[in-house]
């Protein structure tokens, strides 16, 4: 079944400064991979997604990478501000197969004021 | 409109005690899905409705944990003779087709087997 990967587990940026994490995954037949946002105590919450036929999505200050062929996706945050501070996951499905979300392990963000 | 609610939040068991979990997904979504998010975890996949269809039920982790969805809308999650692994959030997301669509989640149910 798919394996995804994600790294680093923590991630602390200054505010206003930039952050990335990045997600590998196994399974080549995965086509979406959703980003959720989920902060302590709350449920998880969709920021941005992006399927296989696109290689970049940007809304507002934030953005996915996907490169297929290397069978990784990243997230970036630019300007970063507190509210940003939470845990992030990764996941990664075959859509129009059996529609699971297959879960990294997640990264705990902070922004430091 | 409404997001996906679970009830209860939050519930204390003793070890070998049955729970049963409610999920009341978003109105008109075909697909709903139970996940089970240990602490520090990311979410981890149980089993998939598509209508009152149980399509796949390949990580319920033992035959103690079993799901309905009976008119395709309301899902139970029970977990029959409780065990201390047990002890994690169960959410619960719905899709509208479940095709490609984004999956809404509930706030979990947090479950403490003691």
């Known amino acids: 079944g798919e394996n995804v990967e994600q790294h680093p587990s923590t991630l602390s940026v200054q505010e206003g400064d930039s952050a990335v994490i990045k997600c590998t995954y196994s399974?080549?037949?995965?086509?979406?991979f959703p980003w959720y946002k989920q902060e302590l105590g709350k449920r998880p919450q969709l920021i941005i997604d992006i399927r296989s036929n696109v290689g970049e999505k940007k809304d507002q200050r934030i953005a996915v990478t996907l490169n297929k062929t290397a069978k990784h996706f990243s997230l970036h945050i630019t300007e970063t501000q507190p509210e940003d501070s939470a845990v992030y996951f990764c996941?990664?499905?075959?859509?129009?197969?059996?529609?699971?979300?297959?879960f990294g392990t997640g990264t705990r963000l902070t922004i430091i004021p | 409109g409404a997001g996906v609610s679970q009830s209860p939040r939050y519930k204390v068991a003793k070890r070998g005690q049955d729970v049963a979990l409610r999920c009341d997904p978003i109105?008109?979504?075909?697909?709903l899905f139970w996940y089970q998010q240990a602490l520090g975890q990311g979410p981890e996949f149980l089993t998939y409705f598509q209508n009152e269809a149980q399509l796949d039920k390949s990580g319920l982790p033992s035959d103690r944990f079993f799901a309905e969805r009976p008119e395709g809308s309301v899902s139970t999650l029970k977990i029959q003779r409780t065990q201390q692994e047990d002890s994690a959030v169960y959410l619960c997301?719905?899709?509208?087709?479940?095709?490609?669509?984004?999956?809404?989640f509930g706030p979990g149910t947090r479950l403490l087997v003691l």
């Open positions: 997301a719905s899709s509208f087709t479940g095709r490609g669509e984004t999956q809404y």
């Open positions: 399974d080549s037949a995965s086509n979406y």
């Open positions: 996941a990664a499905s075959v859509q129009g197969g059996n529609e699971k979300l297959t």
């Open positions: 109105s008109g979504h075909v697909s």
